[in-house]
């Protein structure tokens, strides 16, 4: 192993590398981290002259990350996150709190599961933080194997493989349409019988719409999706303005449902019913696992 002179390399340093392969210029990378630019330029040079390797390319316009750069960048992340965390942690220390949780979730998490769960468990240990990020499953997924999370609430469907995951709960997808609509009538809906229609659903990555997109794609037909958006309630606006029919987890859709004045009807379709899982690391310590206990088994 090479001997590195630790001296020489300073999180100023790392962030500004880091900034430099984001955005490939130096002079944003020198803005991100309130540098003059002749210091910036001074500090990768002398970054490079410690790692004994050339990190970029320099061209007329602008940075071009080497390989060498690329892993630095990559590491460099990592290294930027664990400070930011260390100094969440000192500051939960100093508010009197002893941990730190990550809690990345799925949308239908969130709007019908974690909420009292979560208030619960904030009573029962008033010594642990416990944060929690919205995202779609496949994301949530990719977080906590990255480790930018500690445990992943989240819809089955994505590759979990190398996470321990357990069953959480279990939630009923049903279809929601304007007033007046002529599938208002029928009951239960087969997902098959709306094909011919205009959809509104979550972003990409979500595990609603790759359910959808799958089971079109197996009845031979195409999912007209004409608008994507990020939370329940702005599918119920697009709804409600007619612009498309929607899937929603009931529980989540009958609030929406009553608030806009919508009809909702169930779908017969297997996929439907649906597996929520909480997801840890393999490496997760007794705390994660505590609370990943605590949701799975109240």
Known sequence: MPIYNLARFDFISIKL?????????????ARGCNLVLPAASRRLRELETAVGEQLFDRHSRGLVPTLAGKAFARRGIAMLQQMDGLFEELSDIRQGFIRHIRLCSSTAAINQFLPPLLATYANEHPDIQVDVEEQVSELVVTSLREGRSDIGAYVEGPDDSGLESQNFRVDELVLIVPPGHALSAKTPISFVETLDEPWISLNAGAALL???????????KT????????????VGHLVASGLGLAALPKAAALPIVKAMKLNWRPL?????KRQLKIGIRTEADAAIRGLRDFLCHP
Do not use: E, I, N, P
Request: glycine share 4%; aromatic share 4%; proline share 0%.
């Open 17 to 29: 590398a880091v900034l430099c392969a984001q955005s490939g210029s130096l002079t944003a990378a």
């Open 210 to 220: 790759q359910k959808q997109q799958h089971a079109a794609m197996v009845a031979g």
């Open 223 to 234: 999912l007209k999706l004409r608008m994507q958006v990020r939370s329940f309630d702005a």
């Open 268 to 272: 017969s379709d297997s996929w439907a």
